[in-house]
């Protein structure tokens, strides 16, 4: 997970500095242009004047096509509305915040299943349970805290029979899932209401088009443009608000579900593990 972390940030960094040196490229090339035309040329008044005309005329395109996605992103806020668009806003940073927490959370519990079984199983198999349970305690995830209580379990003197143990297997099992989704149901909340707001903003511009257009007595585009204008633009960032929080929500199901196998993995690897051990009451 840090190195996919450390990957986007490289690309991210990466990217802007390739835009930011291409747009200085761009003006000095530009300015470079401007005064070698001034310096070659001797143009007239007429001339001059029709020059600077042109200018400043292509200024104002010249601003629009150097407008960052920043600004841009900027305005088109404000143009949907600030009431709903920081609604929206809200839920994309509740949304993600809760997908970050998870996702942490979900990479320091992994653990390699693998080793830490086999570990536990020399252990074991050479009798040594209190070292095999300080190695539990010493890791974390939810494999680490299903062998710990079974073999508690299994140093005790009344619980080392192997029912017990499997019973404690599969209760300690479905608590650890319940931590692993936990705060999932909110991500869903986010991802349910981001698009219902921008729904809601849409249906408050339709109704504020029908407004102008009775106040105005015509229905002309000039009229309806401001209306339907908010109605998209709240539309727009609900759906990518959802979208966004959608993959996040997808990867950490998944992480979920190969913690989840491991641990059914690990629960069986135990099962047989405390079985041959000479502790178990058969």
Same mark, same amino acid.
């Not at 450390?6 to 040196?21: N, P, S």
């Not at 080793?115 to 349970?129: D, Q």
């Not at 190695?135 to 192997?162: F, Q, Y």
């Not at 849409?202 to 407004?211: N, R, W």
């Given at each position: 997970?840090?190195?996919?972390?450390?990957?986007?940030?490289?690309?991210?960094?990466?990217?802007?500095?390739?835009?930011? $040196?291409?747009?200085?490229?761009?003006? !000095? +090339?530009? =300015? *470079? %242009?401007?005064?070698?035309? &001034?310096? #070659?040329? $001797?143009?007239?008044?007429?001339?001059? !004047? +029709?020059? =600077? *005309? %042109?200018?400043?005329?292509? &200024?104002? #395109?010249?601003?629009?096509?150097?407008?960052?996605?920043?600004?841009?992103?900027?305005?088109?806020?404000?143009?949907?509305? #600030?009431?709903?668009?920081?609604?929206?806003?809200?839920?994309?940073?509740?949304?993600?915040?809760?997908?970050?927490?998870?996702?942490?959370?979900?990479?320091?519990?992994?653990?390699?299943?693998?080793?830490?079984?086999?570990?536990?199983?020399?252990?074991?198999?050479?009798?040594?349970?209190?070292?095999?349970?300080?190695?539990?305690?010493?890791?974390?995830?939810?494999?680490?805290?299903?062998?710990?209580?079974?073999?508690?379990?299994?140093?005790?003197?009344?619980?080392?029979?192997?029912?017990?143990?499997?019973?404690?297997?599969?209760?300690?099992?479905?608590?650890?899932?319940?931590?692993?989704?936990?705060?999932?149901?909110?991500?869903?909340?986010?991802?349910?209401?981001?698009?219902?707001?921008?729904?809601?903003?849409?249906?408050?511009?339709?109704?504020?088009?029908?407004?102008?257009?009775?106040?105005?007595?015509?229905?002309?585009?000039?009229?309806?443009?401001?209306?339907?204008?908010?109605?998209?633009?709240?539309?727009?960032?609900?759906?990518?608000?959802?979208?966004?929080?959608?993959?996040?929500?997808?990867?950490?199901?998944?992480?979920?579900?190969?913690?989840?196998?491991?641990?059914?993995?690990?629960?069986?690897?135990?099962?047989?593990?405390?079985?041959?051990?000479?502790?178990?009451?058969?």
């Amino acid at each position: 997970m840090k190195k996919l972390f450390a990957i986007v940030a490289v690309v991210a960094a990466c990217t802007f500095g390739m835009t930011t $040196t291409a747009m200085a490229q761009e003006e !000095e +090339a530009a =300015a *470079t %242009e401007q005064v070698d035309s &001034a310096a #070659a040329e $001797t143009p007239d008044s007429t001339a001059v !004047e +029709a020059e =600077a *005309t %042109e200018e400043e005329a292509a &200024a104002p #395109a010249a601003e629009e096509e150097n407008v960052s996605f920043h600004k841009a992103l900027k305005t088109k806020f404000i143009e949907g509305g #600030a009431d709903f668009m920081a609604l929206v806003a809200i839920a994309l940073v509740l949304g993600l915040a809760l997908c970050i927490e998870r996702i942490i959370y979900l990479s320091l519990a992994q653990v390699n299943t693998r080793k830490f079984m086999a570990e536990l199983a020399s252990l074991v198999a050479a009798g040594k349970i209190t070292e095999a349970l300080n190695v539990c305690k010493a890791s974390r995830g939810p494999v680490a805290m299903v062998s710990k209580k079974a073999l508690a379990a299994l140093a005790s003197e009344d619980e080392n029979d192997i029912a017990t143990i499997e019973r404690t297997i599969n209760m300690e099992a479905e608590v650890q899932g319940t931590y692993l989704e936990e705060n999932c149901s909110w991500i869903t909340l986010f991802i349910a209401m981001a698009p219902s707001l921008g729904f809601l903003g849409t249906v408050i511009g339709m109704v504020q088009a029908f407004d102008d257009i009775q106040k105005a007595g015509d229905i002309s585009p000039t009229v309806v443009a401001g209306g339907m204008k908010v109605a998209l633009i709240t539309t727009i960032f609900g759906i990518v608000v959802a979208l966004i929080l959608q993959i996040f929500y997808n990867y950490i199901l998944s992480r979920v579900e190969a913690l989840t196998t491991n641990m059914e993995e690990a629960a069986q690897e135990l099962l047989v593990m405390c079985v041959k051990s000479d502790k178990c009451k058969k």
